[in-house]
Nanobody, 118 residues
Framework: QVQLVESGGGLVQPGGSLRLSCAAAGLTSSSYVMSWYRQAPGKERELVAAISSAGGSISYADSVKGRCTISRDNGKNTVYLQMNSLKFEDTAAYYC???????????WGQGTQVTVSS
């Protein structure tokens, strides 16, 4: 059974930092494109960052470029999202996503809440 478990969310002041982690079980994450999505109340889920299976290709949403870094440790089956200079508008539930070719749909984690507030 595949499980993606996110952690590292919390309450942080504007300008602060958080590091989110997504631990994958039941799959070999090195075979998957791993992504972080977020969903704020009343808004659609949006892609934040994605990293290819070997880590050689990375992309970011324009809203987080220069502030966030996605990385992966395939030995630990874990993907990370380092978020710096957090803004109020970064407040959302953050979800981990794993996908590879041939899957009918990606796997999703349950999410971790990030709240940026003063």
């Amino acid at each position: 059974q595949v499980q993606l478990v996110e952690s590292g969310g919390g309450l942080v002041q504007p300008g602060g930092s958080l590091r989110l982690s997504c631990a994958a079980a039941g799959l070999t994450s090195s075979s998957y494109v791993m992504s972080w999505y977020r969903q704020a109340p009343g808004k659609e889920r949006e892609l934040v960052a994605a990293i290819s299976s070997a880590g050689g290709s990375i992309s970011y949403a324009d809203s987080v470029k220069g502030r966030c870094t996605i990385s992966r440790d395939n030995g630990k089956n874990t993907v990370y999202l380092q978020m710096n200079s957090l803004k109020f508008e970064d407040t959302a539930a953050y979800y981990c996503n794993a996908w590879r070719g041939g899957l009918p749909r990606p796997y999703w984690g349950q999410g971790t809440q990030v709240t940026v507030s003063s």
